[in-house]
């Protein structure tokens, strides 16, 4: 499986950016994928995750009524809708997936990665 990540950009705080993983190579649909991001000196953190059997959805605290995770199983697409941003959603964003069911908020879990894609928000 190979995901590739993009979307970031530049945006001022306020302003939105939708991010985009597709994966090509083996898929199915008992599996999860997860948006992870790390910021400059800080540790890699979850930001969200979806499974792509049932669509169960979950969001970092962070993030909450800001972002969206969605997926577009014909597309073999997962998407991250980012609303409001801020300041302190700069980071570097990746994409992951596993096999299996769970969305781990944890990024050991996952066996494939994007190769992340930059989100700056500043004025």
């Known amino acids: 499986v190979q995901l590739q990540a993009y979307g970031g950009g530049l945006v001022q705080p306020g302003g939105s950016l939708r991010l985009s993983c597709v994966a090509s190579?083996?898929?199915?649909?008992?599996?999860?994928s997860g948006w992870f991001r790390q910021a400059p000196g800080k540790e890699r953190e979850f930001v969200a995750g979806?499974?792509?059997?049932?669509?169960?959805?979950y969001y970092a605290d962070s993030v909450k009524g800001r972002f969206t995770i969605s997926k577009d199983s014909a597309k073999n697409t997962v998407y991250l809708q980012m609303n409001s941003l801020k300041p302190e959603d700069t980071a570097v964003y990746y994409c992951?997936?596993?096999?299996?069911?769970?969305?781990?908020?944890?990024?050991?879990?996952?066996?494939?990665w994007g190769q992340g894609t930059h989100v700056t928000v500043s004025s």
């Open positions: 979806i499974r792509w059997s049932g669509g169960n959805r």
């Open positions: 992951a997936l596993r096999w299996g069911l769970t969305v781990h908020s944890t990024g050991d879990w996952y066996s494939y």
């Open positions: 190579g083996r898929t199915s649909n008992d599996a999860a």
